[in-house]
Structures are given as C-alpha cells and as structure tokens.
C-alpha cells in the first residue's frame, strides 16, 4: 500500500496534473476573493455614507462596521454564540471563501481522481498491480495519494487565502493567523475525506473514467437534493431526515470550538468515507481486472 501510494504521487506530481490541479483551485479562490472584498468594500462604503449623511462621529462609524461584522459572522455560523466568540478575529473574507468552498470542493475531487482505478480498469493496466499486491493495498494505495495530493493543494490555497486576509487586515495577528489556519486546513480535510473516497468508488464502479465522472457527478446531485429537499421540509414532515444521508449537512460544525461538536461531525464524515471505501473495495474484489 505504501509503495502503491508514494508511487501514485509520484506520477502525480511528475505529469504536471498537481500544477494543474493547483491552477485550477487557485482560480476559484481568486475569483471569490475578488467579488466577496468587492462586495464587502460596496457594503462597507454604503454604510459609511449613511453615517456620514447623518453626522455620526468616528466611534458610531467604527460601532456600525462591528455590527456589520457581526451581523455576517452571524449569518456564516447560524448565529452559534461559541462560533461567533471563536471566530470573531478571524476577517469575513476567509469565513465567506471558505463556505464557498465547501460547495466546489466535491466537484473539484471528482475532477482530481475519477480515473484513479477506471483509467487502469479500462486497459487493463491494473492487473500488472494486482499480481504484485492486494486489491485492498491497491485501492488505498490510490485512494491515500489522492488525499495526500489534496492535503498538499489544499495547505497551498489556505495559506495564500490567509496571509491575503492579513495584508487586508493588519490587526489580524500572526498568532491567531496560525491558529486559524490550521483549524481551517483540518476543517477542510475533514469535509473532503468522504468525498475523496466516494470518488474511489465511482472510479471502480466503472471501466471508462468518463462513465465515472458523469456517475460521480450524478451522486454529488443527489445528495445536494437530498440535503436541499430535507432543510426546506417542514418539522412534521418525514423528508426533513434525508439531510442525515448527505454529508454536506454535518459541515455546520466543523469549525466549532467544542472538541465535542467538531468530533461528531468528524465522525460522521469518518463513517462516510469507510462506507465509500468499503462498497469500492467490494467492487473491486468482485470484478474480472
């Protein structure tokens, strides 16, 4: 499994596919860094305005700008009281790219591994590894450089996303950056790890990765329906218990300051990815390489 791993990273690294992965999420967070400090900037300028129309001194300027902050940061967190106190240092710009982040990061993993196994199921390519080693070592081989290639990506845009924030923000410190950031990239992972494994099973479902893709694509849709249906259903109504088989629904807590909360949304997306893990390993057993 290790060899199977370093050497998936490997080819990973040396075809040029981790630049373009990069590049890729690179341009995603740009474009939002632009329109959110965009729209921050318009908000904050309308709101200064209105103050200055009706004569408010710099302290009532500087009360609005807190209660603006809040209002968002509010917004952001279902007005979680210890979310709120726990991230009330960190700038809005990081908490609104983040959240985006959430909604593009399924689809952005279906694009890095939707081939892992079908791209070698296909030409048959992956028996040379199946003599060599066990398809359990083979399947969490690919599926941990995978996740090691996202981890690396993921670190990247995180830490530019940051110091981004601390250059617009100079009281953001160094010491709460640090903090902050770590507790983001580990938000991160954690979200990402099932769906990196349900990209697994797509991929071994099928012998032609685009059939993976399109399938991949298709799972990521209904559990958004699924998720989406659930919240807008009201409290007597039974459809409100489909968020419970999205995972997108156990993300509110994954920056929570109680170990408890984070654990149990940590837990759920544990339980995910072994699910996915194990339906492609069943897949992959059972299947003529």
């Known amino acids: 499994m290790v060899v199977i791993w370093a050497a998936e990273l490997r080819r990973a690294v040396r075809s040029g596919r981790a630049l373009v992965l990069l590049g890729l999420y690179s341009m995603f967070s740009a474009l939002v860094l632009l329109v959110v400090g965009f729209v921050t900037r318009e908000l904050q300028g309308q709101v200064n305005v209105k103050l200055q129309e009706v004569g408010a001194d710099a302290e009532a300027t500087a009360r609005a700008a807190d209660e603006l902050h809040r209002g968002v940061l509010g917004f952001l967190t279902s007005n979680d009281t210890a979310m709120m106190e726990a991230l009330a240092q960190v700038p809005i710009v990081v908490l609104v790219v983040f959240k985006i ?34 398809r359990s070592s083979v399947l969490m081989g690919k599926f941990l450089s995978q996740a090691t290639l996202l981890l690396a990506l993921v670190l990247v845009i995180d830490l530019a996303i940051f110091i981004y924030a601390r250059i617009l923000n100079p009281d953001f410190g160094f010491g709460v950056l640090v903090l902050n950031l770590l507790k983001f990239w580990i938000a991160t992972i954690v979200f990402s790890v099932s769906y990196v494994a349900l990209t697994t099973l797509c991929s071994s479902l099928f012998r032609s990765p685009a059939v993976s893709l399109v399938f991949n694509f298709i799972l990521l849709f209904v559990f958004w329906l699924m998720d989406s249906v659930a919240r807008a259903s009201s409290d007597t109504n039974p459809l409100r218990f489909l968020r419970y088989l999205s995972p997108s629904n156990y993300s509110g807590n994954l920056l929570h300051p109680r170990l408890a909360e984070f654990a149990a949304s940590g837990a759920a997306y544990a339980a995910f990815a072994a699910i996915f893990l194990v339906g492609a390993y069943g897949v992959l057993r059972t299947r003529d390489l």
């Open 101 to 134: 982040s959430l909604f593009f990061l399924p689809a952005y993993i279906a694009l890095m591994g939707f081939d892992q196994v079908s791209g070698e199921v296909g030409p048959r390519s992956i028996r040379y590894l199946t003599v060599r080693a066990r």
